[in-house]
Nanobody, 122 residues
């Protein structure tokens, strides 16, 4: 599956952004999906994941209650709604696909999008 992430940009602290990830191919519903991020000088970290059907999800602690991952298998799309953004959320965000039901490790993911920059500042 090929992935194309979009929706990044610059936003004030406390603001919101919605990231989108468009997937190509007819087997999108066979993949668990995830969002990762990488800040300058830091390792890539898991942000959120969602199961193939969309019935289950998982978040890293720092974004719980602020970010929401969702998907629409009919549209081959996955989204990351980000609210109450903080400067610590500044990073390049990547969507990724995995054959595991709900992956939280980068090594579990097989396909990656190109990344979209999110910058949060006051």
């Amino acid at each position: 599956v090929q992935l194309q992430a979009s929706g990044g940009g610059w936003v004030h602290t406390g603001g919101s952004l919605r990231l989108s990830c468009a997937a190509s191919g007819r087997t999108f519903d066979q993949y668990g999906m995830g969002w990762f991020r990488q800040a300058p000088g830091k390792e890539r970290e898991f942000v959120a994941g969602i199961t193939r059907s969309g019935s289950g999800n998982v978040y890293t602690d720092s974004v719980k209650g602020r970010f929401t991952i969702s998907r629409d298998n009919a549209k081959n799309m996955v989204w990351l709604q980000m609210n109450s953004l903080e400067s610590e959320d500044t990073a390049v965000y990547y969507c990724a696909a995995t054959y595991t039901p709900l992956g939280v490790l980068a090594d579990e993911y097989d396909s990656w999008g190109q990344g979209t920059q999110v910058t949060v500042s006051s």
